[in-house]
Nanobody, 129 residues
Framework: QVRLMVSGGGSVQTGESLRLSCSVS????????MAWFRQAPVRKREGVVA???????????HYADSVKGRFTFSYDSVNNKWDLQMNSLKPDDTAMYYC???????????????????WGQGTQVTVSS
């Protein structure tokens, strides 16, 4: 059974950085879509970045407009993990962050969560002004 383990997160000031990591254990051969989501209280879960490892051309990573230029996704195929480097953090970035894997459409944005079958446990990111 595949499991996703999230590490990182924490509390920072506006403008500071954090790095999240998602490690995969178990057989993950069907998880060719990898993504990071976030969910703030009373808000919909939002896919902030997604990457397909099998699509040729246009496979991403694709970023939500709200994080473009500030967040960077990286995938380590040797160690089977993916990271999210978050720079220039803002209070609006405060949320629970999740990594997710799926074998369907590698969607991102506000209506993407249903495309992902496997989820990490989430980690809190809090940005204060």
């Amino acid at each position: 059974q595949v499991r996703l383990m999230v590490s990182g997160g924490g509390s920072v000031q506006t403008g500071e950085s954090l790095r999240l990591s998602c490690s995969v254990s178990g057989y993950a051969g069907n998880l060719y879509c990898m993504a990071w989501f976030r969910q703030a209280p009373v808000r919909k879960r939002e896919g902030v970045v997604a990457l397909s490892t099998i699509s040729t051309g246009g496979n991403g990573p694709h970023y939500a407009d709200s994080v473009k230029g500030r967040f960077t996704f990286s995938y380590d195929s040797v160690n089977n993990k993916w990271d999210l480097q978050m720079n220039s953090l803002k209070p609006d970035d405060t949320a629970m962050y999740y990594c997710a894997g799926g074998g369907g459409n590698c969607e991102w944005g506000l209506n993407a969560a249903a495309e992902y079958s496997t989820w990490g446990q989430g980690t809190q990111v809090t940005v204060s002004s």
